[in-house]
């Protein structure tokens, strides 16, 4: 899930499932479920320093379409391909499940403003600059 689909869930009005909630749509052949059931935070500490993946995360998925630039932000989180980027994002749902991850975000709402307060921070200029 992106990070509208996560604003639009949090505020109510994500309306129906989306393609990647069926599971039998297609898998990006990029992915790899099976690497995705392992956790694997790669260089980020969730717990320590949540920003630094929130902030992550924004970028990624806002420059998604941008091959050049998202590779570039793959080597600077130390994030070695796609399958590895949704790896890392599964962990990271799996520990909003923990002891840690609830008590850090109690709701959605929670969730929400956390991710909202730390990529507000993030200048357009940030993310459109050329390579």
Same mark, same amino acid.
């Given at each position: 899930?992106? %990070?509208l689909?996560?604003?639009?869930?949090?505020l109510? @009005?994500?309306?129906?499932?989306? &393609?990647?909630?069926d *599971?039998?749509? /297609?898998v990006? /052949? !990029?992915?790899? /479920?099976?690497?995705?059931?392992?956790?694997? &935070?790669?260089?980020?500490? +969730?717990?320590?320093? #949540? &920003?630094?993946?929130?902030?992550? !995360? +924004?970028? #990624?998925?806002? %420059? =998604?379409?941008?091959?050049?630039?998202?590779?570039?932000? +793959?080597? !600077? $989180?130390? #994030?070695?391909?796609?399958?590895? =980027? $949704?790896?890392?994002?599964?962990?990271? !749902?799996? =520990?909003?499940?923990? *002891?840690?991850?609830?008590?850090?975000? &109690?709701? *959605?709402?929670a969730?929400?403003q956390?991710?909202?307060?730390?990529?507000?921070?993030?200048? @357009?200029?940030?993310?459109?600059?050329?390579?």
């Amino acid at each position: 899930m992106g %990070l509208l689909d996560s604003v639009l869930s949090a505020l109510g @009005l994500r309306k129906g499932a989306s &393609a990647s909630d069926d *599971p039998s749509a /297609p898998v990006d /052949p !990029e992915r790899d /479920p099976a690497l995705e059931q392992r956790d694997g &935070a790669g260089s980020f500490d +969730f717990e320590a320093d #949540i &920003a630094r993946y929130f902030t992550a !995360e +924004f970028r #990624i998925d806002t %420059l =998604w379409a941008n091959l050049e630039r998202r590779d570039e932000l +793959f080597v !600077e $989180y130390a #994030i070695r391909d796609v399958a590895h =980027w $949704y790896q890392i994002k599964a962990t990271f !749902e799996r =520990w909003l499940e923990t *002891p840690a991850g609830k008590a850090r975000f &109690a709701t *959605p709402a929670a969730l929400m403003q956390a991710r909202m307060t730390t990529t507000q921070t993030i200048r @357009l200029d940030d993310l459109e600059r050329p390579p």
